[in-house]
């Protein structure tokens, strides 16, 4: 299904009054203190943010799965869904895609839709952390680690069969991330196992185009629950430090143990322009994969302070990194979910773009450690809603997408379409 254009004027026209009220307010008191709004509202409307493929379906645990209906069941339809996210907050202008989730059968019919719906192709994923049908050799003891060189050189090829894939759609990146490691003591030689995975990468690096980057993913635990052989953003750095000035490392909100400094690795590996790629979501414990921002908006925030100050000094080389939610879990439409999330990745991004930077510094170098709070407090606890709808209504999007995507009944026109039973393939 389609959104027709004509709705969502029609949509607009019924929430403006207020929307102008709210916008005129905030703009009034930002342009108060020397801020230019117009200039803020187009920066958070280039905001883009890539959707994961497999964040369309509803996501399971190990001990069930409660999918809602209308999931999309082929790559076509993966696509008409960021599609219609895309349509309903601009926002959206990116899939990245998984292999072999998201195989192409036809790379110029895939092209062709993705360009007609505006949508361009992230980072591709690859999978070593499950065995395909008929997959002659298992990833059961690890992929790019294993200790049988057959194993590694399957898992080196899907890697580089992910690149070509990625080459025929016009992607530019490809992010690794292993599920490597071992269950119990003694099980794994850790040192080895980390060599032979830097081998493995640099026999895949070598396969990477020019104008393409790697993408190193971390993660602490699961589904190895003793060790991963690239646990934490130290391990990933010194892999992409090894690997070349195309790799980089990939940070995972999910991918850290309860209470790291998270805004803090940030601020270190743009600092050492080593931080290529972001993966958005939430947890209360670990991996939870909830909706971006439900949990803890304040760090939310903390990280984009941190990312906004990188990317605002012109001195710092590090490039933007590609920004993806990569969120999957079981209870919400997830449509709903990742409008819900783009939104929070909004409202964090626009909040770091006010923090008085100027001030800030002043504060610092004088250790006025109370009103240094005070300014990232202060912005934190400003609406900035009113920005982010301004610049919806500037790229002809809906004011408010969730509101549209219930009074549309997006859902239920997306059932009688696909149907209850329609599955989406993923995790
Ligand atoms: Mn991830």
Redesign the pocket.
Known sequence: MKINPQHINEFNEKHIGIHRHQFDFLADTLQKNDIDVNRLVEKIGNFQIAIPSWALGTGGTRFGRFPGGGEPASLEQKLEDVGLLHALNRSCGAISLHIPWDVPENIDNIKGLASELDLKFDAVNSNTFQDQPGQKLSYKFGSLCHTDKAVRQLAIDHNKEVIQYGKDLGSKAITV?LSDGSNFPGQQNLRKALSRTLDSLKDIYSALPEDWKMFV?YKPFEPNFYSTVIPDWGTSHLLASKLGNKAFC?V?L??HLPNTNIEQIVATLMMEEKLGGF?FNDSKYSDDDLTVGSIKPYQLFLIFNELVEGMEDKFSKNPEPAWMI?ASHNVKDPLEDLLQSVEAIKIAYAQALLVDRAAMEDAREKNDVVLAQEILQGVFRTDVRPLIMQSRLKDHAALDPLSFFRDYKIREKLINERGMDSYATGL
């Open positions: 991330w993913e990939l995972d999910g991918h993966h990569d």
